[in-house]
């Protein structure tokens, strides 16, 4: 059904929006029609009147309790006339005043929402036909009679056509709204997975690259050397491969672990070992963060370390862990040359996003990025991570320092 309504350009009427209004009206309709079976049976008006009447209660009945129906009968406007011509019938045998007129009028309601503004108009001209051809036998006509109704079913025609334009309109709305969340997670799921290529595949390409590049000045000067180095440059490219194939899997998540304190405190002292300046670091226990922040939190500090060694080699660092509020606060501070703030604009030009990357990694998770840094004095990166669970921390709560 919703195939055959995108191929001709207008979303389906029949939906979750519109059923329950279509259900009413089947409703409103079979108690109206009842009446009228019960007033022809009582006055014995019309044999054949009151055989019409309870062939359109079946239909009815059908409706109610089968959306497939009304899916049918909107493909298919032929079967909304039938039923249309059995309603004028009703009229016609039994006059424009007996209850069956108000089957007539919940049936307009339904033309409404069930079909687009060309075929409606169609249904409700025989519906106002067959009432038109009631009058004749009425001795008494009063204006009711001969305009109030015929306006009543055009107006409930009208109520209908106008219910059918807000859901679909409020299907489009949603539809649009599903699209942009989607076109969003992508957006963000790209930079992501930038940041993570910057910070892993990348890096391994270009060490891979370097010593590639070195390997022909082996050859010529040490082939045992050179076979050394061709070495590492097959163990490097494996584990590039290897950093590839995680990401494509989404093997890096942070896993159950989400104690980043734990985390930190064996990867500085493993990073401490292979410096010579001092690294004092001062941890405390902080709340445990989502998955998902945890990682991005991981990351942003590996490629912080990773820009100490780059740039501050030669300084001494220190890096404190604590809990503000409900954020996990990470500030890394080395005792190097520093540069200027306009440096990270300057990186971007160049083609260089390590410091943008950090930022959007975080961000992503609600946390920031502060940096400061100036030539000769040293720069402190501070990192900021919302904590799953919020949670007060006493000031004097258990510090884990760490000097090497």
């Keep these: ?44 008006t019309s044999w054949t009147g009151l055989a019409v009447v309870i062939a359109l209660l079946l239909t009815s009945q059908l409706g109610l309790h089968s959306t497939r129906v009304l899916r049918l009968v909107e493909r298919h406007p032929a079967l909304a006339l039938v039923d249309v011509l059995l309603v004028s019938t009703a009229m016609v045998l039994l006059g424009p005043r007996h209850p069956a007129v108000l089957a007539a009028l919940t049936s307009a309601l339904i033309i409404g929402v069930l079909f687009r503004w060309w075929v409606s108009p169609l249904l409700v001209v025989a519906l106002l036909a067959g009432h038109a051809l009631s009058l004749p036998g009425v001795a008494d006509l009063t204006l009711n009679d001969m305009v109030g109704t015929p306006v009543v079913i055009m107006s409930m025609a009208a109520i209908g056509a106008g219910f059918r334009h807000v859901a679909q309109q409020a299907r489009r709305k949603d539809e649009q709204a599903a699209a942009d969340r989607q076109a969003a997670a992508t957006a963000e799921e790209r930079l992501r997975l930038a940041r993570d290529v910057h910070d892993t595949v990348a890096k391994s390409v270009q060490g891979v690259a370097l010593l590639a590049a070195s390997l022909p000045q082996w050859v010529e000067r040490d082939q045992r050397r050179a076979v050394t180095h061709a070495g590492l440059v097959a163990t490097s490219a494996r584990e590039a491969v290897t950093e590839a194939r995680a990401l494509l899997t989404g093997l890096r998540a942070a896993g159950d672990d989400t104690r980043f304190e734990g985390w930190l405190s064996e990867r500085l002292a493993e990073w401490g070992a292979g410096r010579g300046p001092a690294v004092t670091a001062e941890i405390a226990a902080v709340a445990p963060l989502s998955a998902r922040a945890c990682r991005e939190l991981r990351a942003a500090t590996c490629e912080v370390l990773e820009n100490v060694d780059r740039h501050a080699a030669d300084a001494a660092v220190d890096v404190s862990l604590r809990q503000v509020g409900d954020l996990v606060v990470l500030v890394v501070r080395d005792h190097g040359p520093g540069f200027h703030a306009d440096r990270e604009r300057e990186a971007v030009r160049q083609g260089r996003y390590g410091l943008l990357g950090l930022r959007e990694r975080l961000e992503s998770v609600g946390g ?37």
């Design 1 to 44: 059904m919703r195939r055959a309504a995108q191929r001709s350009g207008s979303p389906a009427a029949v939906d979750d929006l519109a059923t329950p209004t279509v259900r009413v009206a089947l409703l409103v309709r079979q108690i109206a029609l009842a009446a009228a079976a019960l007033v022809t049976l009582v006055t014995g």
């Design 368 to 404: 920031r990025v502060d940096l400061v840094s100036a030539p000769g004095t040293g720069t402190t990166v501070t990192l900021s991570a919302p904590a799953a669970v919020a949670a007060d921390h006493d000031r004097e709560a258990p510090v884990l320092r760490i000097v090497s």
